[in-house]
């Protein structure tokens, strides 16, 4: 099992543009979760799904949307980048309401 | 509302030298107590889940223990792999699947 894969690693992004983070999980998860990490401040849930066609907002969604059609995958969509949104963002997943497994990151910069 | 403080934020230790991190919680009723680990530039680690007062789970040189109102991650003869950040959530009954996170205790553990 790959477990969560996200991509890509790194991206430069200009104020205005857009893009989408990509997220799969192997494990057959129902919940799916996407997380922002600041330097110095904890893990900040951005918006979460407990299956597919259900999502729902976290602590910070502003400035992000998702869905999710599958059950393996849960794209976030940035739309309209500002430098605020600068960050780590990670993926997670579980089963049900145990424990979540996150991938490897993606490292954004907007410039 | 949900809170997880962690301390101290950054701890040095010389390899060998034991000692334990903190973390504090508020919540309306726990569902679990979950510690991981973070490398940098990697996504977190799973550790441990703590679900009720008074259990204690080991894993080499880590043990996490639990009261009703903090945990404790004891680290016994650290090695210098060890030096990493260690983050703390805390999940609460109810109808969903969200956790809390502290900002994270960042041990670095010297030879």
């Known amino acids: 099992n790959a477990g969560v894969t996200q991509t890509p690693k790194f991206r430069i992004l200009k104020i205005g543009q857009s893009m989408t983070l990509q997220c799969t999980q192997d494990?057959?998860?129902?919940?799916m979760y996407w997380y922002r990490q600041d330097p110095g401040m904890g893990l900040k849930l951005i918006y979460y799904?407990?299956?597919?066609?259900?999502?729902d907002k976290g602590e910070v969604p502003n400035g992000y949307n998702v869905s999710r059609s599958t059950t393996e995958d849960f794209p976030l969509r940035l739309e309209l980048a500002a430098p605020s949104q600068t960050s780590v963002y990670f993926c997670?997943?579980?089963?049900?309401?145990?424990?979540?497994?996150f991938g490897p990151g993606t490292r954004l910069l907007v410039l | 509302e949900d809170q997880v403080t962690q301390s101290p934020e950054a701890l040095r230790l010389q390899e060998g030298e034991s000692s334990s991190l903190n973390c504090s919680y508020t919540?309306?009723?726990?569902?679990?107590l979950f510690w991981y680990r973070q490398d940098p530039g990697k996504g977190p680690e799973f550790l441990f889940t703590?679900?009720?007062a008074g259990e204690e789970k080991e894993k080499e040189r880590l043990k996490a223990t639990l009261t009703k109102k903090e945990s404790f991650l004891h680290i016994t003869a650290p090695k210098p792999e060890d030096s990493a950040t260690y983050l703390c959530?805390?999940?609460?009954?109810?109808?969903?699947?969200?956790?809390?996170f502290g900002k994270g205790i960042t041990l670095s553990v010297r030879p």
């Open positions: 494990m057959n998860h129902n919940y």
């Open positions: 997670a997943s579980s089963y049900r309401q145990e424990t979540q497994y």
């Open positions: 799904s407990v299956g597919a066609g259900i999502t």
């Open positions: 959530a805390v999940g609460s009954t109810g109808a969903n699947s969200k956790l809390t």
């Open positions: 703590l679900y009720s």
């Open positions: 919540v309306s009723g726990l569902r679990g």
